[in-house]
């Protein structure tokens, strides 16, 4: 079995903030998990990196194009490390490697007769990059969706591409496979956007200098859109050193938020099958945040930056918070105080408690020694996977973490303490089973929390004995081996000062 996620290639005009950190936990969290499957996997992520907004935002900081890119890109990857993520190859659009791919790529298109040449008029939003038709501006005033900005009359000879006669394979496409975009509301409204009726899309650039140069007509450039969804195809070209799209292609998952949802849901697609490539299997299209009600922005002093979590609490924290506190696939609500709220509450209490109290009372009671026993608790591995194969990363934490309150509450229950108290064999036996059980449930949550916080749950299993033991068929309940050593670890989510 073989599974290629990607995150959108994030556009350096602007600094890494949280809705980076969160698609790329996502996918991160996906990646891992298929790898404990014994799935192969390809994990990519990375930098879009042409477009007048890039070369707006270099010139507004007195840099080349490229200088700029470069310094911002380095910013990117620096998070995607922070974060340990574990993405298999970390892909830049000004690789020479990509562009030259790129223009293969549209060449082939223009060869086949898949171009035509035509005059470009129409309402242009230049932060976006993007022509809106009047139907999808903010009326009156026809602002940007995204921006809230009046959008310019832009006139220029283009290259086009016929979106609009690929609208019946395109519906087949979707007919055929209706999980392709998740969740269902995203598949309605993309499928509707194709019923509606499609426009040509325009393909290249007259205007913008700061991309890749058209094959047949370097004066014009590669739409940078054209150019930043090839990334998905050419990464698997050339990103391992080998070309790995025998192996890999079609992507199995793309994530994005909806902004991006007609770019990956309907040109994508229409662009692969003009050229004769397999489109992907599915999209997954997740929400925005706010943060106490309000958009997130440097002008409101309400931004929560990544790196800052990171720093006071571990990736970690950061990791379990988006993705627990959010259900993915809705817009959410993230705070500082919510933060706190989880780090506390869940995983230093209801997590770090549970691992910290199983391994004292073995090293106490069992002389540091997994006992003989039968673990008493539900197994809950088989609908963890069940939603993860879902793409419902906040369902499955939620599975695993009952399993993390029904071990608590067992603790409270079997009071192995008391237990400890008596050398009836009966009672010995009872505390046999309430430690196994403890012991090795820590140990399942550790192989089930492994894709959400990796650091953590390297030390939890290293904990219980069973170090490095991350596959998914050591999920199940009962696979602990008797007399396994116990550890007492240092706490796994220290307190911390606000
Ligand atoms: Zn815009």
Redesign the pocket.
């Known amino acids: 079995m073989a599974f290629s996620v990607t995150t959108p290639i994030y556009y350096v005009n602007s600094d890494p903030h949280l809705g980076h950190a969160y698609t790329t936990v996502a996918g991160d969290a996906l990646a891992r998990h298929h790898r404990q499957r014994g799935e192969d996997v390809f994990f990519l992520t990375g930098t879009d990196e042409h477009g007048g907004n890039v070369a707006r935002a270099a010139e507004a900081a007195g840099m080349p194009p490229k200088q700029f890119c470069d310094e911002v890109s380095e910013r990117f990857r620096r998070l995607t490390t922070a974060m340990e993520s574990s993405n298999d190859f970390f892909i830049r659009t000004t690789d020479p490697e990509h562009e030259r791919r790129v223009q293969d790529f549209v060449q082939h298109l223009y060869h086949d007769g898949h171009l035509y040449e035509g005059t470009y008029a129409g309402l242009y939003?230049s932060?976006?990059e993007?022509f809106y038709t009047e139907g999808d501006l903010i009326q009156p005033g026809n602002l940007?969706?995204?921006?809230n900005?009046p959008?310019e009359w832009v006139e220029e000879k283009n290259w086009f591409f016929p979106l609009s006669k690929w609208a019946p394979k395109l519906l087949e496409l979707y007919d055929a496979n209706p999980d392709f975009v998740r969740p269902r509301a995203r598949y309605n409204e993309a499928r509707s956007m194709i019923a509606g009726g499609l426009e040509d899309v325009s393909f290249t650039r007259a205007t913008v200098s700061w991309g890749i140069p058209v094959p047949w007509e370097p004066s014009q450039t590669i739409y940078v859109w054209v150019d930043a969804l090839l990334n998905y195809r050419t990464a698997q070209e050339y990103g391992l050193g080998r070309d790995v799209t025998a192996e890999f292609w079609p992507t199995s998952l793309h994530l994005m938020a909806k902004d991006i949802l007609r770019l990956h849901g309907i040109v994508w697609p229409a662009m692969l099958l003009a050229a004769g490539y397999e489109p992907p299997r599915g999209l997954f299209v997740h929400g925005y945040f706010t943060t106490g009600g309000e958009k997130m922005s440097k002008t409101m002093g309400n931004v929560i930056d990544p790196f800052e979590v990171i720093d006071l609490l571990g990736a970690d924290a950061l990791r379990f918070y988006l993705m627990r506190e959010v259900q993915w696939g809705q817009d959410g609500d993230v705070t500082w105080e919510g933060l706190h709220r989880r780090y506390e509450g869940e995983l230093a209490n209801d997590l770090g408690n549970l691992v910290s109290r199983a391994t004292a009372m073995i090293v106490r009671y069992r002389e540091g020694r997994v006992p003989e026993g039968r673990n008493a608790l539900e197994p809950v591995h088989e609908s963890v996977a069940a939603r993860l194969d879902a793409v419902d990363l906040s369902g499955a934490l939620e599975e695993i973490w009952t399993l993390v309150r029904s071990a608590n509450r067992y603790v409270e229950e079997q009071q192995p303490w008391v237990l400890a108290r008596s050398d009836e064999p009966e009672q010995v036996r009872a505390l046999d089973d309430a430690l196994y059980t403890l012991a090795d449930t820590v140990r399942s949550l550790g192989v089930m929390l492994y894709p959400y916080i990796p650091a953590s749950a390297e030390k939890i299993l290293a904990a219980v004995g069973d170090p490095g033991a991350i596959t998914w068929e050591r999920a199940a309940l009962g696979t602990l081996a008797a007399g396994s050593e116990v550890r007492q670890p240092e706490p796994l989510f220290p307190r911390v000062e606000k």
């Open positions: 939003c932060s976006c993007v940007c969706p995204i921006h900005r959008v």
